[in-house]
């Protein structure tokens, strides 16, 4: 099993920036992929970026521009830098991975989430 834990939330005013940590402990060599999510209120949770162990990342078009997502495999650490945080970015933001192991079906852990709110 993997446990995810995250960190760097809080409240910033618009146009400010934030960096969102997640850290990864367990079975880490069976990760294949580290990613962000967000749910706001009164909304369905959300794909915001991904990136796989190779270094491959994926956006949200949303944030395209605007959030980078990281990751430090020696850590088992992932990182989404947010720059030009806008009103719509407040949600609560979950860490996620995937895991693979030969013989077995890939397999979804997430984080207890980290509140960002972008507000003046």
């Known amino acids: 099993q993997v446990q995810l834990v995250e960190s760097g939330g809080g409240l910033v005013q618009p146009g400010g920036s934030l960096r969102l940590s997640c850290t990864a402990s367990?079975?880490?060599?069976?990760?294949?992929?580290m990613g962000w999510y967000r749910q706001a209120p009164g909304k369905q949770r959300e794909l915001v970026a991904v990136?796989?162990?190779?270094?491959?990342?994926n956006y949200a078009g949303s944030v395209k521009g605007r959030f980078t997502i990281s990751r430090d495999n020696a850590k088992d650490t992932a990182y989404l830098q947010m720059d030009s945080l806008k009103p719509e970015d407040t949600a609560v933001y979950y860490c996620?991975?995937?895991?693979?192991?030969?013989?077995?079906?890939?397999?979804?852990?997430w984080g207890q989430g980290t509140q960002v709110t972008v507000s003046s």
């Open positions: 996620n991975c995937e895991t693979f192991r030969v013989g077995r079906r890939p397999t979804d852990y």
């Open positions: 990136i796989t162990s190779g270094g491959s990342t």
């Open positions: 367990g079975s880490t060599t069976t990760i294949v992929s």
